[in-house]
Nanobody, 124 residues
Framework: QVQLVESGGGSAHAGDSLRLSCATS????????MGWFRQAPGKEREFVAG????????KYADSVKDRFTISRDNAKNTANLQMNSLKPDDTAVYFC?????????????????WGHGIQVTVSS
């Protein structure tokens, strides 16, 4: 397993941008699929975006497609989520996750390591 620590959250207004980062420790980072999930108050945790290590596979939830961009830097063992055109509905605790596999999957059970989460609050 890897240890994951999120950073970059905070408060924003609708239309603003925020960038989340996920720092990891452990070996073989480039073999992991990295994902971002989020959980809004009173709702279940949901998949936001994922990126594979070796095959260039990227997936987004429909709700964030064309607004959010996931990336990774295998040399720095980090994964990032650039969030543009933020909406109040994007308010949630965002979690970084890592899992094994070749192609991105969107179910929580496919990710074995999780960060503690970071709050993102978007006001109108």
């Amino acid at each position: 397993q890897v240890q994951l620590v999120e950073s970059g959250g905070g408060s924003a207004h609708a239309g603003d941008s925020l960038r989340l980062s996920c720092a990891t420790s452990g070996s073989a980072f480039d073999l992991y699929i990295m994902g971002w999930f989020r959980q809004a108050p009173g709702k279940e945790r949901e998949f936001v975006a994922g990126i594979s290590g070796l095959y260039g596979d990227i997936k987004y939830a429909d709700s964030v497609k064309d607004r959010f961009t996931i990336s990774r830097d295998n040399a720095k063992n980090t994964a990032n989520l650039q969030m543009n055109s933020l909406k109040p509905d994007d308010t949630a605790v965002y979690f970084c996750a890592a899992g094994a596999g070749a192609l991105v999957r969107t179910d929580e059970s496919d990710f074995s390591s999780w960060g503690h989460g970071i709050q993102v609050t978007v006001s109108s």
